[in-house]
């Protein structure tokens, strides 16, 4: 265990969110489930026990380092790394990566996001631990499939070899983009089609190779900023290099080029709640099927709607029926949910 | 001028107009129409110049005191009335009555609610000025009759005899209650129905009179009050005794019952404001239907709605047709408008 780290991705966002997330405070700090606990603190909770608190690494914007001491407060300060720029997730991780390598030369390392849900948390930490205990010893990407229960449009796809081995791991057939609703069906009746959850596991020799083999430039820039990680003038070196960093996902930039890759399908209720449709779909519901988050909500004569507000704040809704109603920080959108891929031209 | 007085009554509690108007602050003292004063400021400002300030007098709950003196700083001290409980309008106007009379035994009065709209001002004025006039030398009570744009069934009316006077103050032949739509449609077409708009001007006298014959109870309770209007118990002694008046319109009390009525059809843009619907119909509209009052709401896809909200409040709407969108003190509602007779029944 003493060699496990995890990297969490809390630099997003959270557009589609809006106006429960705004740039100023995306959704992976924010109590989307009205539980008590942040999307950020729930990610880091399903790790405990897992990984020593002195493993976690979160990499995030510089504008959101106040959010990420104030709710986690026992990560060591040295491993909040601050990103000057967005470049997507193939620097954010090589940043990490090529850090942790430098003081841990034999890690073993979980990417995750920060802004997911997992709703059967046992199960994930199984998942998790033979995932690692898999990669220890290999040279392979292992990426996790989700078993899908839908035609989802708005997931990439994993496909798997499954008739290769009788193990749990499967060796990946490809990866896929988005599908239309055609393709979904086909790959939810195919079988060997599971939802690209991006959450990868790694040992840092396999990350390190990856990156040189396929993003040399990135890899390139990482190795100049060596003799800074952990020094005083890491951050400044950083805002002054990573700049220079391709701005590419760590898909585009390696999943989909590299060969040697297996997928864990499994299924721990997982939802990337990217989406008021996501939310609405992981609460629970009413028998209409309204869900809320908010201690005082009345529903009258309405039904599937999503409803979140601060806590505190009393609503009353009559005659909606599939629309989203969120309020935050003194700003209220009511919307049809079924528009909610617009919300952004609204917020303007 | 001198002698001219103005009773305003401001003890009602709105409770259509919520989550805006609330028991504990109803929409007489709340800036309705978004323009930067209240409805009980603006119906002050109709009669600024019409009346002498020592003039105006306000009856109200004792729980409002606060709110009136706060946003009527200039009237005295004691023509501020306050009832210890509700007993609709009769008991309300005899008090101011007695009060007045003790001190201008031929005062001319105007009684009026504090919660209405008027948007002709000049023409309100140039009715109010022939109306004191009248009623200063004529025993009869005047009351307003506002010309029906509409057959509109949340009024009551009142019928005049037009053909007897070329005067445009006319005798009362009836008044009416609420009609059903089909009767309304029938007054409208008549010519001679008018609104009743609860505007009365008579003088003291008449209004003495009116109350000795028709309600001799309330007249009575305030006959033994008389020793204490102006004294330091006068507020002590109202307490005691206000709570035996009847519990009475001046409509049932007295004007459905008197026989020397009359009627000033006028037409100076009035409406009583009585629900969201009428506010709705009175402020400004986009070309959508839409009407706001708040300086920050986007409007989508949406039409036909009243959308009031706090100031500074951001509110995005899309794909809304005929609702009411309002907030107040943390309670937002969101229900049809056609179904803001039911508002009540929501806010439990």
Redesign the interface.
């Known amino acids: 265990m003493q060699n496990n780290h995890v990297v969490i991705m809390a630099g997003g966002i959270g557009s589609r969110f809006w106006?429960m997330s705004t740039p100023e405070h995306p959704k992976q700090f924010i109590d989307v489930l009205g539980c008590g606990r942040t999307l950020l603190q729930l990610t880091v909770d399903r790790f405990n026990g897992l990984i020593p608190v002195s493993n976690f690494w979160v990499v995030t914007s510089r504008r959101y380092e106040s959010l990420v001491k104030e709710q986690l407060p026992d990560i060591p300060q040295s491993n909040i790394l601050l990103e000057p720029c967005m470049r997507n997730t193939a620097p954010c991780i090589a940043y990490a990566g090529w850090k942790i390598k430098q003081r841990y030369p034999d890690a073993n390392i979980v990417v995750t996001s920060s802004d997911h849900m997992v709703t059967d948390v046992e199960e994930f930490r199984r998942v998790i631990a033979k995932s690692i205990e898999f990669t220890k010893n290999t040279p392979y990407i292992l990426t996790l499939g989700m078993q899908p229960t839908r035609p989802e449009t708005g997931y990439g796809y994993v496909s798997a070899r499954i008739d290769v081995t009788d193990d749990e791991i499967k060796p990946v057939e490809a990866f896929k983009e988005k599908p239309s609703l055609s393709v979904a069906e086909e790959y939810l009746r195919a079988g060997n089609y599971f939802w690209n959850a991006g959450i990868f596991i790694w040992n840092t020799h396999t990350l390190e190779n990856s990156f040189r083999l396929y993003c040399p430039a990135i890899a390139s820039v990482f190795d100049s900023l060596m003799p800074y990680f952990y020094q005083d003038n890491e951050q400044k070196m950083i805002d002054k290099f990573f700049p220079e960093c391709e701005n590419i996902s760590i898909d585009y930039a390696i999943m989909e080029k590299a060969s040697d890759i297996h997928v864990f399908p499994a299924s721990f209720g997982w939802s990337d709640l990217g989406t008021w449709g996501s939310l609405h779909a992981q609460l629970p519901h009413d028998t209409e099927g309204n869900a809320f988050v908010g201690n005082n909500v009345?529903m009258?004569e309405s039904g599937n709607c999503i409803v979140h507000?601060p806590e505190?704040?009393?609503?009353?809704?009559?005659?909606?029926d599939g629309?989203i109603?969120a309020?935050k920080d003194?700003?209220?959108?009511?919307?049809?949910l079924q528009?909610e891929q617009?919300i952004k031209e609204?917020?303007k």
């Open positions: 106006p009345k009258v507000i505190g704040k009393r609503v009353v809704i009559q005659g909606l629309y109603v309020e003194g700003t209220l959108l009511i919307c049809k528009d617009r609204f917020s």
